[in-house]
Nanobody, 121 residues
Framework: QVQLVESGGGLVQPGGSLRLSCIASGSIFSVYTMAWYRQAPGKQRELVADITRGFSTSYTDSVKDRFTISRDNAKNTVYLQMNSLKPEDTAVYYC???????????????WGQGTQVTVSS
């Protein structure tokens, strides 16, 4: 069974920083693209950033030059460094991993439970 667990959320003042982590554990053969999504109250879940196994990255325009996604393939872990945080970054942040549970399995998407990020003075 595969499990993704996020950590690092919390309350921060505007202009502050947070670092989110997400660890994938369990029966994992290979992890492909990992990503961070967020969902603010009353809004649809949106893709924030993603990173391939080869470390190619992409970002939604609103977080470019403020957020940095990275990963450690040996630890099946993805990070999101968030700087210059704004109130509009307030949301529940979810990580997603596309992975193979076993060598003969089909690739599938797995989600974490989410971690709250609140940016407020």
């Amino acid at each position: 069974q595969v499990q993704l667990v996020e950590s690092g959320g919390g309350l921060v003042q505007p202009g502050g920083s947070l670092r989110l982590s997400c660890i994938a554990s369990g029966s994992i053969f290979s992890v492909y693209t990992m990503a961070w999504y967020r969902q603010a109250p009353g809004k649809q879940r949106e893709l924030v950033a993603d990173i391939t196994r080869g470390f190619s990255t992409s970002y939604t325009d609103s977080v470019k030059d403020r957020f940095t996604i990275s990963r450690d393939n040996a630890k099946n872990t993805v990070y999101l460094q968030m700087n210059s945080l704004k109130p509009e970054d307030t949301a529940v942040y979810y990580c997603k991993a596309r992975l193979l549970p076993g060598p003969y399995s089909d690739a599938d998407d797995y989600w974490g439970q989410g971690t709250q990020v609140t940016v407020s003075s």
